[in-house]
Antibody, heavy 120, light 109 residues
Framework: QVQLQESGPGRVKPSETLSLTCTVS????????WSWIRQPPGKGLEWIGF???????NYNPSLKSRVTISVDTSKNQFSLKLSSVTAADTAVYYC??????????????WGHGTLVTVSS | SSELTQDSAVSVALGQTVRITCQGD??????ASWYQQKPGQAPLLVIY???DRPSGISDRFSGSTSGNTASLTITGAQAEDEADYYC????????????FGTGTKVTVL
């Protein structure tokens, strides 16, 4: 069974860069698409972006200028960096594996999520 | 604002049927998938594509699409079905971008 685990600092200061890693176990990171999603406390879900194992990426236009997603196939990990954070970036951050159905890609496996608070 | 609009809350009597809808122009050409989220937990995929269920998901859950509206139906709702439900699909840009619906809180009475 595929499992995903987010890791990284639980607190980031305003204007700094948020960095999270998702470690994949129970399966290879290869041949799949991988996403990051976030959820501010008490609010809905927001898609951040995804990466293919080969390294190609696609980002939410509203976050594109601040987001970088990368992959390390040797470690079976992919990562998220979000720069110039503000309090509005406080959220639970989830990583997920996308199911390739050709023209659509539902999110079939999710990590448990990690809360990141932006505060000085 | 989200391109996918859902009712904020619905309620259903125990054992009855409830339909949750998701509206957006992108649904005319893209499938939605549906996620159940219970408090303090990660979302769980319950329906994707035309009407596919991942392994382990109850057949109480079914999906359909008509025009610009995708629907998730829970037939014979149980207490454990009380949760937030989100739809998800590609956005209308024509690019490989995605968007979540606004979410629906389902209460089982």
């Amino acid at each position: 069974q595929v499992q995903l685990q987010e890791s990284g600092p639980g607190r980031v200061k305003p204007s700094e860069t948020l960095s999270l890693t998702c470690t994949v176990s129970g399966g290879s990171i290869s041949s799949y698409y991988w996403s990051w999603i976030r959820q501010p406390p008490g609010k809905g879900l927001e898609w951040i972006g995804f990466i293919y194992f080969s390294g190609s990426t696609n980002y939410n236009p509203s976050l594109k200028s601040r987001v970088t997603i990368s992959v390390d196939t040797s470690k079976n990990q992919f990562s998220l960096k979000l720069s110039s954070v503000t309090a509005a970036d406080t959220a639970v951050y989830y990583c997920a594996r996308m199911l390739d159905r050709g023209t659509y890609y539902p999110l079939e496996y999710w990590g448990h999520g990690t809360l990141v608070t932006v505060s000085s | 604002s989200s391109e996918l609009t859902q009712d904020s809350a619905v309620s259903v009597a125990l054992g009855q049927t409830v339909r949750i809808t998701c509206q957006g122009d992108t649904l005319r050409s893209n499938y939605a998938s549906w996620y159940q989220q219970k408090p303090g937990q990660a979302p769980l995929l319950v329906i994707y594509g035309k009407n596919d269920r991942p392994s382990g998901i109850s057949d109480r859950f079914s999906g359909s699409t008509s025009g610009n509206t995708a629907s998730l139906t829970i037939t014979g709702a149980q207490a454990e079905d009380e949760a937030d439900y989100y739809c998800y699909s590609r956005d209308s840009s024509g690019l490989h971008h995605y968007v979540f619906g606004t979410g629906t809180k389902v209460t089982v009475l």
